[in-house]
């Protein structure tokens, strides 16, 4: 069964940093676009960051610009996000999604593409 693990989530000051992974369990991320969203409560999910299969394209939500990176590995089984300068509004639980996509130089921050979904990983910013 393919799957996608989150990990890296927890408890931070406003002002904090935290790296969030994401890891494909059973198979290669080799070939996928991915995408970091963000559901916090009573709230729609929302798209974040993505990283093209080649890691040419990324791409951010407005908010999170200048604060958040996005990478991947050279094997391409880890897809990172670095989240520095958090503040409260980023609280939420955070997903990595997987979208089929090789050779392509683009990447989506909607969710309609995205057929493989890990479990998600809160993260919490309160002081």
């Known amino acids: 069964q393919l799957q996608l693990v989150e990990s890296g989530g927890g408890l931070v000051q406003p002002g904090g940093s935290l790296r969030l992974s994401c890891a494909a369990s059973t198979f290669s991320l080799d070939g996928y676009a991915i995408g970091w969203f963000r559901q916090a409560p009573g709230k729609e999910r929302e798209g974040v960051s993505c990283?093209?299969?080649?890691?040419?394209?990324?791409n951010y939500v407005e908010s999170v610009k200048g604060r958040f990176s996005i990478s991947r590995d050279n094997a391409k089984t880890t897809v990172y996000l670095q989240m520095n300068t958090l503040a409260p509004e980023d609280t939420a639980v955070y997903y990595c999604?997987?979208?089929?996509?090789?050779?392509?130089?683009?990447?989506?921050?909607?969710?309609?593409?995205?057929?493989?979904w890990g479990q998600g990983t809160q993260v919490t910013v309160s002081s």
């Open positions: 990283i093209s299969d080649r890691g040419t394209f990324t």
């Open positions: 999604a997987a979208d089929w996509r090789p050779y392509a130089n683009i990447c989506t921050l909607t969710k309609g593409p995205f057929n493989l």
